[in-house]
């Protein structure tokens, strides 16, 4: 029930206003958030690959709802990958297909991500592209499909959700394609005709696709980390749950997947102990890094997934 209440409320407007209007609000999300400018991020990630891991850089925002709005976020990321580049992090971009154009007009969202990829392309940089709600599922794999098979890009990847009863066969569509895979449970409230509402049938399902994932990454001309940590292996498995860490690293044991092949993917400010332990035993850690004004959905989403957050917000209000 608290999970469903905060996730309508990463979706109000008038919520969303009345949060951001708090100034201890705002410094609570930044424990999530890498700052509101791309400066700010970009510090971050620094930091993060002077402690042996690797990013992933999203400015935050979604669902634009005109052409300019869609082509300034182009922009915007056109931006965030020349600083990237500029500054020699070790870090790749993830980025929202309804930032620059899906569900208002997906030929519009086509042409942006195919300019992001070119630019990428010739920065040797990897894009990731997220999963949003399901309503956006169909919509955001038909341009991923396009992009790869009509457009030639291959410096671009997927998240797949384990939640959805699908996900499995969408899983084996796309490493038939080498299609670099992010594996998380998902963090949007779905419908039980089409996501398992029940948190122990999400995790069977997120350990099945694990195993489907490593796999592939036994085969020996399946992709590892690449380029100074620049670019991820096929299987990321993003989670902060130990026991589904543990029955991934167990299995890439099992099935002789070496370290360099499987990456574990964890949300800035989340678990910076388990973070800096796996990296420490030489297992390719790539932490989210998300930044900009717009954090309000995100960090809505961030207290829905863990009680634990929510508290830690909860408590703060009351400290002086």
């Excluded at 993060?48 to 182009?74: R, S």
């Excluded at 010739?122 to 169909?138: A, G, H, Q």
């Excluded at 490493?175 to 409230?189: F, N, P, Q, S």
Aim: net charge neutral.
């Amino acid at each position: 029930m608290l999970r469903t209440v905060l996730i309508y409320l990463s979706k109000a407007e008038w919520m969303r206003r009345l949060v951001m209007r708090v100034p201890l609000a705002r410094r609570v999300a930044m424990r999530f958030v890498a700052g509101e400018t791309l400066e700010e991020a970009i510090e971050v990630v620094r930091k993060l690959n002077t402690g042996g891991l690797y990013a992933t850089m999203d400015q935050l925002g979604e669902h634009t709802t005109n052409q300019a709005q869609a082509v300034q976020t182009t922009e915007d990321i056109l931006k965030i990958l020349a600083e990237i580049d500029r500054s020699g992090v070790r870090s790749g971009l993830s980025i929202k297909l309804t930032q620059v154009g899906l569900g208002m007009d997906n030929a519009l969202c086509e042409a942006n991500l195919a300019r992001i990829l070119k630019d990428a392309q010739k920065k040797n940089l990897f894009v990731r592209i997220d999963m949003e709600d399901w309503e956006c599922l169909e919509s955001t794999l038909e341009v991923y499909w396009k992009i790869r098979h009509e457009h030639k890009f291959d410096n671009v990847g997927m998240v797949i959700q384990s939640y959805l009863y699908r996900s499995e066969e969408d899983i084996a569509a796309l490493l038939e394609a080498d299609t670099k895979i992010r594996l998380v449970k998902g963090a949007y409230k779905e419908p039980a005709e089409v996501a398992y509402p029940k948190k122990a049938d999400v995790d069977a399902a997120f350990d099945r696709i694990t195993r489907q994932l490593l796999e592939h990454a036994a085969k020996p001309d399946s992709p590892a980390l690449g380029d100074e940590g620049r670019w991820p292996p096929v299987t990321a498995l993003g989670t902060h749950d130990e026991a589904r860490i543990n029955y991934g690293i167990k299995t890439a044991e099992e099935l002789g997947v070496p370290r360099e092949k499987l990456e574990i993917q964890m949300l800035h400010g989340i678990r910076r102990d388990l973070q800096q332990s796996l990296a420490a035993q030489g297992y390719p850690v790539r932490v989210y890094v998300p930044f900009g004004t717009e954090w309000y959905p995100y960090f809505m989403r961030r207290l829905a997934e863990r009680p634990a957050n929510l508290w830690f917000f909860i408590s703060s209000l009351f400290r002086k």
